[in-house]
């Protein structure tokens, strides 16, 4: 009994990202803390359903919270979290047939979009021959991102396109690999003539790897 009780406990953990939208959860607060509020509008569910899934992943451990006003904040308890979160999606891209399929109905035809690979982009950042956008809202990238960066949410890339040099190679990153608005702002940028492609992976995948990251943490 004691043996079943230990393996429950460490279980734990996993049942608690047994879910679609706690996963969710977990690679949007791999960007930064967020009220519940945001958490919600991000992917899109209900406050109250939101609430629900943060409780649990709170029980499991895998987040934390603080107060400041009326608000609670919530983050990952630690990055270890976040490692366990890219382990799990590692392990379901590698041994389920079905991830590739999921992911391109999900993300479109990735074919034609050309990557960067992290170590890339280091050399071509100390090269200072590249634009970075990160695509992410503001912000995440107000709580870390690539150095140098340019901050475009998705959202305003079109009403934005004249503040990118149309002479020098675009890279775009945003959450991660299964992350789509680096592959929009990619196709955005390419319709209209420029050089863009994508990262590798996202903002948290170069954060682990113990690559530079900025900050610009506002008051709340």
Known sequence: MA?????????????ALANGRRAEIVDVLAQGERPVEEIAEQI???VANTSHHLQQLLRAGLVDTRRAGTRIYYRLASDTVVALWAALRDVAASHQGDIDRL???????????ETMTRGQLQERLRRRD???????????FAAGHIP????????DLQQRLREIPTDTQVVAYCRGP???YADDAVRVLRRRGRDALRLEDGFPEWA???LPVEAQETAR
């Open 148 to 155: 140098g960066a340019l901050s475009v949410p998705i959202a």
């Open 178 to 180: 299964y992350c789509a």
């Open 44 to 46: 899109e569910q209900s």
């Open 3 to 15: 043996k079943d009780a230990l393996f429950s406990g460490l279980s734990g953990p996993a049942k």
């Open 130 to 140: 590249v634009v970075v956008l990160d695509v992410r809202p503001a912000l995440e």
């Open 103 to 113: 992911a391109a109905a999900y993300l479109g035809d990735r074919a034609e979009l």
């Open 208 to 210: 682990r790897a113990g």
